[in-house]
């Protein structure tokens, strides 16, 4: 499994600046590139919820602890978004090395541009609902027609995985360098079915075909 460290600023007011700059070169790109508008919706998403809390955050007499609250986690859940967002933009070989070093993206290795295989096989899904409106979905092969957790390492590097509301038909999209991912839910999604797909990702991050569908009820 990957464990790749992240070129990202630290500071808030660069680290939202450094976000822009992604999404301005992505969204203007998204159809050269061949980018998941999916992705790019839920990217705007999170960057202006961000970019929001953080301006609010940032005038003295306005400052409070609900603005901080807000802002940190508004900010967290725009880093855990581009921690797997930006590994796909690098194993993206439609995006030109130039593009990934002005972006400020981690530089691509000479390795890199040589060819791996794009899983053919789709994963099995399962879920495991929790008590606390948690559920965590597992990837697996199958071998003799039974699902196992047992996966070639070096073909995959995990999973990609994207869900949804019943009644929001925006999806959202997550990866994993793991066979498995915890996904946290509120209380007013209590009782409501989700509906999950995935796909597994080769060391590059390309996606093979997704999975069908499974739907689970959040607890």
């Not at 066979?179 to 597994?200: D, M, P, S, V, Y």
Request: charge should be positive.
């Amino acid at each position: 499994m990957i464990n790749r460290k992240r070129y990202m600023p630290t500071k808030d007011g660069e680290f939202v600046a450094w976000a822009r700059t992604i999404y301005k070169d992505c969204s203007e790109n998204a159809a050269i590139w061949e980018l998941d508008r999916t992705q790019i919706t839920q990217f705007l998403d999170l960057l202006n919820t961000a970019e929001t809390a953080f301006q609010a955050n940032s005038h003295l007499d306005l400052r409070n602890k609900v603005s901080v609250i807000a802002k940190n986690t508004a900010l967290l859940n725009l880093k855990q978004f581009l921690r797997t967002f930006t590994k796909l933009l690098e194993g993206n070989l439609k995006i030109p090395d130039n593009a990934i070093k002005s972006m400020g993206l981690r530089p691509r290795q000479q390795a890199a541009h040589q060819p791996i295989p794009i899983p053919d096989d789709v994963p099995v899904l399962t879920a495991v609902v929790g008590q606390h409106h948690e559920l965590t979905v597992y990837a697996s092969t199958l071998q003799h027609g039974h699902p196992t957790d047992h996966v070639q390492t070096g073909k995959y590097a995990g999973f990609i995985l994207k869900y949804r509301i019943e009644d929001d038909p925006q999806w959202q999209i997550v990866l994993s360098t793991k066979l498995h991912h915890q996904l946290l839910f509120t209380e007013t999604e209590k009782r409501k079915n989700i509906i999950l797909q995935a796909a597994w990702l080769n060391p590059r991050m390309q996606n093979g075909p997704w999975s069908e569908e499974i739907k689970e009820l959040i607890n």
